[in-house]
T-cell receptor, first 115, second 110 residues
Framework: EAGVAQSPRYKIIEKRQSVAFWCNPI?????LYWYQQILGQGPKLLIQ????????DSQLPKDRFSAERLKGVDSTLKIQPAKLEDSAVYLC?????????????FGPGTRLLVL | RKEVEQDPGPFNVPEGATVAFNCTYS??????FFWYRQDCRKEPKLLMS???SGNEDGRFTAQLNRASQYISLLIRDSKLSDSATYLC???????????FGSGTRLQVQP
């Protein structure tokens, strides 16, 4: 079974530039998550989608971050404009509920460096 | 107070040693508990779920104490390949996102 796909794997930009990340979840997984993982910390949720609707975006810095999942499958996360503190790994995860248990599967992440 | 707290380590242990990690969580409404493993520059991967009755998977044993809001992971007979960061994770239940601790780094030495 194919896993969660993300691209690009690495991105280097200058502050105030824009950047976009793409995620393709595991086929059939209705729930999709974007997490931000800063070096030395655990992943922190940015936004959660159920199909194409937003479930939780309370921790998304909406002045500069946006995300969409228009057809309930692929998703894009955008940062505009980027700040130095946005340097992190952006992880996409998808999940499927089975017998009352929800297991999340992570993609390889996009490593962003803002200079 | 952080929602999930872990000792960051690093824990440096010799091969064959037994090592234990602990974690506390602040939200008593948390429903599900997990340990994830994260290798350097890789994504987190589920190691095991944690149940109140305790559960074991080979050399790994996880325990949950709901009264104390405390989770533990015991690794017996450590292997070099166990070197990684171990993330303590809680979930409020339903289709909710996971809340991660900052991780405990383990380095097993020959």
């Amino acid at each position: 079974e194919a896993g969660v796909a993300q691209s690009p794997r690495y991105k280097i930009i200058e502050k105030r530039q824009s950047v976009a990340f793409w995620c393709n979840p595991i086929s059939g997984h209705a729930t999709l998550y974007w997490y931000q993982q800063i070096l030395g910390q655990g992943p922190k949720l940015l936004i959660q989608f159920q199909n194409n609707g937003v479930v939780d975006d309370s921790q998304l810095p909406k002045d500069r971050f946006s995300a969409e999942r228009l057809k309930g499958v692929d998703s894009t996360l955008k940062i505009q404009p980027a700040k130095l503190e946005d340097s992190a790994v952006y992880l996409c995860a998808s999940s499927l509920e089975f017998r009352g248990q929800e297991t999340q599967y992570f993609g390889p992440g996009t490593r962003l460096l803002v200079l | 107070r952080k929602e999930v707290e872990q000792d960051p380590g690093p824990f440096n242990v010799p091969e064959g040693a037994t090592v234990a990690f602990n974690c506390t969580y602040s939200n008593s409404a948390s429903q599900s508990f997990f340990w994830y493993r994260q290798d350097c520059r890789k994504e987190p991967k589920l190691l095991m779920s944690v149940y109140s009755s305790g559960n074991e998977d080979g050399r790994f044993t996880a325990q949950l104490n709901r009264a104390s809001q405390y989770i533990s992971l015991l690794i017996r007979d450590s292997k070099l390949s166990d070197s990684a960061t171990y993330l303590c994770v809680v979930n409020l239940g339903g289709r909710r996102a996971l809340t991660f601790g900052s991780g405990t780094r383990l380095q097993v030495q020959p």
